[in-house]
């Protein structure tokens, strides 16, 4: 038997919402909800966007500098290779 996928929690406000019907218990409705969804979020591990944001550019020059280095490395080892034919290696 398949089971049904809970509703989103916009959704269970508003048919909360629609069921209390008055503004003053509506406002502690409103209230209460927005004070569980702010509680499981400081519970989850996320950051801010400012610092996702500097950490994408930290990554994205870490990845333009390990490409560097790569070619570095490899006309490095081309030259060495080059240096051992000269000097009679293989």
Known sequence: MATK????PWEVARQVGDLVGAAGV???VDRGVRALAQSALTRLDVVSRD???AQTEVLRRTRDRVAALEMEVAELASALEELGKQHGGA
């Open 26 to 28: 509506r406002r502690e």
């Open 5 to 8: 996928s809970p509703p989103p």
């Open 51 to 53: 610092e996702f944001d």
